[in-house]
């Protein structure tokens, strides 16, 4: 990604819209139809009450090492059924690439060294699964934020979907966020947790941590990321698997 970031991880050479980009989220969203739709009853209340009272750039709670768990559990697939991914894992992932497209002017196609050097954060925090689990970890990675606008999102897009390498039943797993919490700074692509990198059943090579909703919004085994104007079109409808196999909420704010 020599060419889109700099070595302090600055991007060079494209036009820096993040004020646009960030403004299109919240209010552009709540005007919609099938935005609204999509929140329903409690969850829409939860959605404006957390976006008034904590505000878009609120952070979530962050912790210190020695809050760490000593255990952080596994939960849902711990490793993905397809031969594509499973050839990726016996190469340490090495020719993987994560694509980035959709509603966006440049597709991207990035290897984990490129991943690397786009601006990172590391944060501890704490995961909240609906199970009734919680536990305490340390991951680091790229933001979504710069990554998105290097691929210049269109100002169409409304929705980040990430789509995985594993399914149940068939159903691939995919989730979904609003572009408040796309740009918020916690918001990252884990390649690393607790200092290593991240395993396959934490969901390897990249997994998503978007700190202010439950577990299972963090999508593991990343694969694709794709701007959208609505999530109304793809699979159930609802805009993540657990969304349209069970009803989970779509925003899943804690
Ligand atoms: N691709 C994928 N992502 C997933 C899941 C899954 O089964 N597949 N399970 C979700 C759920 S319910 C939780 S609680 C967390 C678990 O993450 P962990 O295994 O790292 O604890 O991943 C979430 N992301
Ligand atoms: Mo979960």
Wanted: net charge positive.
């Amino acid at each position: 990604m020599s060419d889109l970031f700099d070595r302090r991880g600055l991007m060079r050479g494209l036009a820096l819209t993040a004020g646009g980009l960030t403004l299109a989220g919240c209010d552009k969203l709540n005007g919609q139809p099938q935005f609204r739709e999509l929140l329903k009853g409690a969850e829409q209340l939860n959605y404006k009450a957390q976006r008034v009272v904590a505000g878009r750039d609120a952070l979530a709670r962050e912790y210190s090492r020695l809050d760490l768990s000593p255990v952080f559990r596994v939960n849902g697939n711990a490793m993905p059924a397809s031969p594509a991914y499973q050839q990726h894992a016996a190469s340490n992932f090495a020719d993987w690439r994560l694509v980035i497209d959709g509603l966006v002017a440049r597709p991207l196609q990035l290897s984990l060294a490129q991943l690397a050097q786009a601006p990172q954060r590391a944060q501890i925090t704490m995961h909240n699964c609906v199970e009734g689990w919680s536990a305490i970890g340390g991951w680091q990675g790229p933001q979504l934020g710069p990554l998105l606008r290097a691929a210049g999102l269109s100002t169409r897009a409304n929705f980040i979907v990430f789509h995985c390498a594993d399914d149940s039943g068939g159903a691939p797993y995919y989730e979904s966020i609003d572009l408040v919490d796309a740009f918020h700074p916690q918001t990252i692509l884990a390649t690393h947790m607790n200092g290593e990198r991240v395993s396959i059943p934490h969901g390897a090579p990249v997994r998503l941590r978007v700190e202010r909703q439950l577990g299972y919004k963090h999508a593991k085994f990343v694969m694709r990321i794709e701007a959208r104007e609505r999530l109304d079109d793809l699979y159930g409808g609802k805009g993540g698997f657990w969304e349209d196999r069970a009803d989970y909420a779509w925003y899943a704010g804690i």
